[in-house]
């Protein structure tokens, strides 16, 4: 993969930990497992276009996960939604960059925040294209605690049912969620018996391999009439080595020495 996504997925990872860290705010640990899949998604996938966020044949990305959004503010501010000056008023009081997402941001299609939307909202965005005969797409982008909630289940259920082979699920497996691991809180395995269980075309990828996640996501769809699932296989807190597969860090913010010692890492 082209050292452009390699270097964004650096910059998305060094701008979500100043940001996370200058509001004391939290979810840094899920910021950071999806920052890869966002830096292929904005650098080489998703059909957008920064000085017209509104433009019609964009494809649409909702974060479902909102709880991570500094991460996504990050890469809106390095494509050029908006401002890189704005990320620093994240999570203050005011700003339209609140801790969860917010549609008012250019670039955001949907606010999140409750678990369990992002979904089904996004199975009504591609039966509207569909049904309007526009090529847009919808990747939505899930966590994998988020799958404890039902209202996910009745979706992936209605995406086949209406052949939108123009929905993209992609799940940032990272296998921790608000309070313990997802295996003692709720065992989804296995998630790709699940998925093909409903109908949907299932691929899993190492969600921090650039390549590999390319390769799956500039193929779509992978069966015609079924909607996709990329099942990545990530790690919560990738790129910082104390926040790596640490619980602490969804909800934990770095102090300054933690900044100082992130900022290290990620620079190197």
Known sequence: MSKLTKDLARNIRIAAVEMVARAQASHIGGALSMSDLLAVLYGEVLRVCPSDPNWNERDRFIL???????????????????????????????????????????????????????????????????????????????????????????????????????????????????LGFVSEVLELRSLVEKFRAFRWSVREVDGHNHDEIYKNLSALPWEPGKPSCLIAHTVKGKGVSFMENKLLWHYKSPDAEELKQSLRELLL
């Open 64 to 178: 479902s996960k909102g709880h991570s959004c500094s991460a996504l503010y990050a890469v809106l501010a390095l494509r050029g939604f908006i401002s890189k000056d704005e990320l620093k008023t994240y999570g203050t009081d005011g700003a339209r960059l609140m801790t969860h997402i917010s549609h008012k941001v250019p670039g955001v299609e949907f606010s999140t925040g409750s678990l369990g939307h992002g979904l089904p909202f996004g199975c009504g965005k591609a039966l509207a294209a569909v049904r309007k005969k526009q090529k847009w797409r919808v990747f939505v982008m899930l966590s994998d605690g988020e799958l404890d909630e039902g209202s996910n289940w009745e979706a992936i259920l209605f995406a086949p049912h209406y052949k939108l082979e123009n929905l993209v699920a992609i799940v940032d497996y990272n296998k921790i969620q608000s």
